[in-house]
């Protein structure tokens, strides 16, 4: 079992350039959601999925898009990278609510 | 909205305990509990899915008011090994996001 994978560990973007960032799970679990992680700001979520062709907004979904076509893979697209989306974005995953959620390693992106 | 958690910091001498306060303006589904060392990713201590239930998890157990939608996390004889970053994270009714507080920097000191 490998988890929540998550790829690239880390990436150096230039502004205005665009990326996917991966995210696969291989523990069937229906729900999944991205997170960014900033200095003294917590976990903020920035969009989540309840199961394949089901995606909805979280706190700052400005700038990201998602989409979920498989229950293994939900991945995050910045369209036009800013240097405020520098941070280190987390993946979750879990099988419904009534259980917590298996995080991704992460993935440390600096826009410059 | 984020939940509101309390305090923000926490300093103890292992074997010391302590409480973390999380609160929420939202009627609430559940209240999550993860830590979060240097460096790694967040790790799933246990969920409250009932008013007033308490679960455990080692030394550590929490309880859930669902009428004050307010929860704590009670550590108790303190280890080192339980240093790092606290977080709650609440689940409303409404929705199912799962959104966090700020979380609580605990430093526990030999």
């Known amino acids: 079992n490998a988890g929540v994978t998550q790829t690239p560990k880390f990436q150096v973007l230039k502004t205005g350039q665009s990326m996917t960032l991966q995210c696969a799970q291989d523990?069937?679990?229906?729900?999944m959601s991205w997170y960014r992680q900033d200095p003294g700001m917590g976990l903020r979520l920035i969009h989540y999925?309840?199961?394949?062709?089901?995606?909805d907004q979280g706190e700052v979904p400005n700038g990201y898009n998602v989409s979920r076509s498989t229950t293994e893979d939900f991945p995050l697209r910045l369209l036009s990278a800013a240097p405020s989306q520098t941070s280190v974005y987390f993946c979750?995953?879990?099988?419904?609510?009534?259980?917590?959620?298996?995080f991704g390693s992460g993935t440390r992106l600096t826009v410059v | 909205q984020q939940p509101v958690q309390s305090p923000q910091a926490v300093i103890l001498r292992e074997g010391e305990d302590a409480v973390i306060n999380c609160s929420s303006s939202k009627a609430l589904y559940s209240v999550h509990w993860y830590r979060q060392k240097h460096g790694e990713a967040p790790v799933f201590l246990m969920i409250?899915?009932?008013?007033?239930e308490q679960k455990g998890h080692e030394k550590i157990s929490a309880s859930f008011n669902e009428k004050k939608q307010q929860s704590s996390l009670y550590l108790t004889a303190s280890q080192l090994s339980y240093s790092g970053t606290y977080f709650c994270?609440?689940?409303?009714?409404?929705?199912?996001?799962?959104?966090f507080g700020k979380g609580t920097l605990l430093t526990v000191n030999p």
């Open positions: 979750a995953s879990s099988p419904d609510a009534n259980y917590g959620y298996t």
């Open positions: 523990m069937n679990h229906e729900y």
């Open positions: 999925s309840v199961g394949a062709g089901i995606t």
């Open positions: 409250l899915l009932k008013g007033g």
């Open positions: 994270g609440t689940h409303p009714r409404s929705n199912y996001k799962l959104t």
